[in-house]
Nanobody, 126 residues
Framework: VQLQACGGGLVQTGGSLRLSCVAS????????VGWFRQAPGKEREFVGY?????????RYSDSVKGRFTIARDNAKNTVYLQMLSLKPEDTAVYYC???????????????????WGQGTQVTVSS
């Protein structure tokens, strides 16, 4: 599967953005998808996760819980990351990643995801 993340941009503190992760392939619904971000000088960190198929199971990092929401539209081969109440510390390059594994030992572990998109820049101004 090939992934493309898009939708990033420049937004003021308190603003919102919706990122999209668009995938190729007809079996995308069977992939688990994670969102990660990497700020300058920092390691890539887990943001959130959505389960395969109906996406009934989602997880979020503590830093974004309550502000970010992940959803998927399998008919469009797309997973969304809705970001509200953005803060300057949310500034980073955001990546989507996917795994076809039946089980993920840890959804937070980026090594569990073999497929990655190219990233999209999100900048939140203060």
């Amino acid at each position: 599967v090939q992934l493309q993340a898009c939708g990033g941009g420049l937004v003021q503190t308190g603003g919102s953005l919706r990122l999209s992760c668009v995938a190729s392939g007809r079996t995308f619904r069977s992939y688990r998808v994670g969102w990660f971000r990497q700020a300058p000088g920092k390691e890539r960190e887990f943001v959130g996760y959505i389960d395969r198929n109906s996406g009934g199971n989602t997880r979020y990092s503590d830093s974004v819980k309550g502000r970010f929401t992940i959803a998927r539209d399998n008919a469009k081969n797309t997973v969304y990351l809705q970001m509200l109440s953005l803060k300057p510390e949310d500034t980073a390059v955001y990546y989507c990643a996917a795994s076809a594994s039946v089980i993920l030992s840890s959804v937070h572990d980026r090594s569990q995801y073999p497929y990655w998109g190219q990233g999209t820049q999100v900048t939140v101004s203060s």
